[in-house]
C-alpha cells in the first residue's frame, strides 16, 4: 500500500459521554472496514486489562518488539510499523491537525525495544476480539482444526498470526492532540 492508494473516509462517533476528545470511525473510501494482518509474531506484554473509566474496562494487546528485532530489521517490525507509519503520515497532512502532537502506537522503551499498543475489541467489559488455536495435529482443512478459545489460554511464548484494522482517529482539541487507534479482530495461535 503506498500514500496514494489511501483514500479513507472517517464517520463520526456519538459523543455519549461528552468527553473533550472527539472521535472518528476509519473507513475506506466505499464505507468498508480496512483490515490488515501480521504474521509470526510474539506478544510478551501480552494483554491488559486497563483502568475503569466511565465505567468501562479497555482492553488491551501490547506487542514487543526487542532490540535486536529492530537492529537485524524483523520482517514482521517492518511490515507492522511501515503500515503504522503510513496512517500517521496520512493525518499528519490535515491542515486541522498541523499543530497538533502526534499519540503514536509506536512506544519507545529503551531498555527493551518497541511497544505497538493496540486494542481489543470488547462489549461490557467482555473481550470479543476472536482467539482461534490452530492444532498442529489437525488437517487445516477440518471443521474442527479452527478453534475458539478464551483468551486467558493465549500463550505468550509462541508466534501467533494477527487480523486487525486502525479502527478511530481521535482528537483532543483541548490538549492539541490526536492519534489512530488499532484494534485486534482475531489472533491465530498454533497450539503443540
Not at 476509519?26 to 473509566?53: L, Q, T, W, Y
Not at 511497544?115 to 476480539?129: A, Q, V
Request: charged share 25%.
Amino acid at each position: 500500500m503506498t500514500e496514494h492508494q489511501i483514500k479513507l473516509h472517517l464517520n463520526q462517533y456519538k459523543n455519549i459521554n461528552k468527553l473533550i476528545v472527539k472521535k472518528y470511525h476509519i473507513v475506506n473510501a466505499d464505507n468498508k472496514i480496512i483490515k490488515h494482518k501480521i504474521c509470526n509474531i510474539f506478544a510478551p506484554f501480552g494483554r491488559e486489562a486497563d483502568f475503569n473509566k466511565f465505567n468501562s474496562i479497555q482492553q488491551r494487546f501490547n506487542i514487543g518488539f526487542s532490540q535486536d528485532d529492530i537492529k537485524h530489521e524483523n520482517k514482521s517490525y517492518k511490515q507492522f510499523t511501515e503500515i503504522i507509519n503510513l496512517y500517521e503520515s496520512y493525518f499528519k497532512e490535515f491542515d486541522e491537525l498541523k499543530d497538533y502532537e502526534l499519540v503514536s502506537n509506536i512506544i519507545n522503551r529503551d531498555s527493551y525495544g518497541i511497544i505497538i499498543r493496540c486494542h481489543l475489541k470488547t462489549l461490557k467489559n467482555n473481550t470479543m476480539s476472536k482467539l482461534f488455536l490452530l492444532s498442529e495435529e489437525n488437517n487445516l482443512e477440518e471443521n474442527n482444526s479452527l478453534k475458539l478459545s478464551e483468551w486467558i489460554q493465549f500463550d505468550k511464548t509462541n508466534q501467533f498470526n494477527m487480523e486487525y484494522t486502525f479502527d478511530c482517529l481521535w482528537i483532543d482539541d483541548e490538549n492539541k492532540k490526536f492519534g489512530i487507534s488499532i484494534q485486534v479482530l482475531s489472533v491465530f495461535q498454533l497450539i503443540r
